[in-house]
Nanobody, 126 residues
Framework: QVKLVESGGGSVQAGGSLRLSCVADEYFLSTNFMAWFRQVSGQEREGVAAIYIGGSTTYYDDSVKGRFTISQDNAKHTVYLQMNELKVEDTAMYYC???????????????????WGQGTQVTVSS
């Protein structure tokens, strides 16, 4: 498993931006896919975006396409989630996840990931 630490959450008004960071330990090199999920209390965790570490291919949920961008810095073992044009409905706890598998068709499935961070809260107000 990979140890993951998220940062960058906070409170912002609708229309604003935040950038989340996820730093992985040395086992980052064993990772194929990394993703961001989010969860609202009482609801299921949902996939937001994912990136194939070996090739930089990215995947997005329809709800965030055109507003969010996932990227990586392999030298820093870090994956980012740039969130622009934030909406109230983006409010959630955001989690970073890592998988040793290639997941082009199942990137948003929670059980495909074996490493999770502790989460960072994002709150968007109107």
């Amino acid at each position: 498993q990979v140890k993951l630490v998220e940062s960058g959450g906070g409170s912002v008004q609708a229309g604003g931006s935040l950038r989340l960071s996820c730093v992985a330990d040395e086992y980052f090199l064993s990772t194929n896919f990394m993703a961001w999920f989010r969860q609202v209390s009482g609801q299921e965790r949902e996939g937001v975006a994912a990136i194939y570490i070996g090739g930089s291919t990215t995947y997005y949920d329809d709800s965030v396409k055109g507003r969010f961008t996932i990227s990586q810095d392999n030298a820093k073992h870090t994956v980012y989630l740039q969130m622009n044009e934030l909406k109230v409905e983006d409010t959630a706890m955001y989690y970073c996840a890592a998988s040793p598998f290639r997941l082009p068709s199942t990137w948003s499935v929670v059980n495909e990931y074996n490493s999770w961070g502790q989460g960072t809260q994002v709150t968007v107000s109107s």
